[in-house]
C-alpha cells in the first residue's frame, strides 16, 4: 500500500500497517486462559489439536504434570513472573511435552 503526496512518498508494509496502532498488551492469567479458550474454540486447527491432545496426555500421566509444573514454576521464578521468549526456549521439559516425545503412542 502507497500513500503519495507532493511533499514524499511513504510505503507501508502489511506489519506496518496492521500493527502501527497495536499498544503494548500485558500477559496476564486471563489473557492467556481466553487465548486457550479460543483456540479450541476455532475449530480443527493444529494449534488446537496438538494443545487438546497435550492437556489430555497431561491429564492420564500425572507424573509428567508434576514435573513440567515444576520446570515452569522454576523458570517463572527466575524471570521474576515474566513469560518471554527466552524464557520458553529455556524449558526443554515443555519443548518434549508439547512436541509429544514422552507419550506412548498406540
Not at 514524499?8 to 500477559?27: A, D, G, L, S
Amino acid at each position: 500500500m502507497y500513500e503519495v503526496n507532493s511533499e514524499q512518498t511513504t510505503c507501508y508494509t502489511f506489519i506496518n500497517y496492521h500493527f502501527t496502532f497495536v499498544p503494548f498488551v500485558e500477559f496476564t492469567d486471563n489473557l492467556i486462559a481466553s487465548q486457550a479458550i479460543f483456540f479450541f474454540a476455532a475449530g480443527y486447527e493444529t494449534s488446537s489439536t496438538v494443545l487438546s491432545l497435550c492437556l489430555l496426555e497431561l491429564a492420564i500421566n500425572p507424573e509428567i504434570q508434576e514435573r513440567l509444573s515444576i520446570e515452569i514454576d522454576t523458570t517463572l521464578e527466575k524471570c521474576k513472573g515474566l513469560i518471554t521468549y527466552d524464557a520458553i526456549q529455556s524449558m526443554s521439559y515443555l519443548d518434549k511435552v508439547v512436541n509429544g516425545e514422552l507419550f506412548d503412542v498406540l
